[in-house]
């Protein structure tokens, strides 16, 4: 059964550091693997989609990167603004014998930038 | 704006009354997924639809629950006899094509069960 944990649950920093969050997966045989945030009692907002076949994505001050074998991913960001506040989760989607329609979610990991 | 969109947003029910969530995804995406969002958890899925075809639904959707898509197009979600339980986000997202594709999720439809 996949599992997917997020290390650490929350984090605080100060504005302007770089920042990594982590993300581990029971099981490599996945389609992709997504970073999602939250705000506060909305919806999840995609940021970074990494295929299987693929090391990593970036997009601005994120960057994500895949290592299927060893089951873990990373979401690094850079320069963190008070702003980039939020939870942050990652999500497998399984495949090749698992469910191939759903994503399974990490509990996430609640961000804090102090101005 | 295209994105995915939930209705209503909030919703309020006594234990025991029937709830109705409707979801609009993307349009021409022809996937179509409900999860389910308690406090400091991550979501879980519920469902999900191809096109008009449930193809698929988690040990979580109990009897109690029944989700349509009957053109292919926006979705329904029924919760039948609430319990304290169900209170949670229940988000639906959608996507294009297959396993490989982003999802793309909607605000949610936040459920408290008195």
């Known amino acids: 059964k996949q599992e997917v944990t997020q290390i650490p649950a929350a984090l605080s920093v100060p504005e302007g550091e770089n920042l990594v969050l982590n993300c581990s997966f029971t099981?490599?045989?996945?389609?992709?693997l997504q970073w999602f945030r939250q705000d506060p009692g909305k919806g999840l907002t995609s940021l970074l989609l990494?295929?299987?076949?693929?090391r990593e994505q970036t997009s601005g001050r994120l960057n994500a990167s895949l290592d299927k074998s060893s089951g873990r991913s990373t979401l690094y960001i850079a320069a963190s603004q008070p702003g980039d506040s939020a939870t942050y989760l990652c999500?497998?989607?399984?495949?090749?014998?698992?469910?191939?329609?759903?994503?399974?979610f990490g509990k996430g990991t609640k961000l804090s930038v102090k101005p | 704006d295209t994105g995915v969109s939930q209705d209503p947003r909030h919703k309020i029910t006594k234990r025991g009354q029937n709830v109705t969530f409707r979801c609009d995804p993307i349009s021409e995406h022809n996937r179509l997924y409900w999860y389910r969002q308690t406090l400091g958890q991550g979501p879980e899925f519920l469902t999900y639809f191809q096109n008009e075809a449930q193809l698929e639904k988690s040990r979580l959707l109990s009897d109690r629950f029944s989700a349509e898509r009957p053109k292919g197009s926006f979705s329904t979600l029924e919760i039948q006899r609430t319990e304290q339980g169900d209170s949670a986000m229940y988000l639906c997202?959608?996507?294009?094509?297959?396993?490989?594709?982003?999802?793309?999720f909607g605000p949610g439809t936040r459920l408290t069960v008195l």
């Open positions: 990494i295929q299987s076949s693929q």
């Open positions: 099981d490599s045989a996945i389609y992709n």
């Open positions: 999500a497998v989607r399984p495949g090749y014998g698992g469910s191939q329609g759903n994503l399974i």
């Open positions: 997202a959608s996507s294009v094509g297959n396993s490989y594709n982003e999802q793309f």
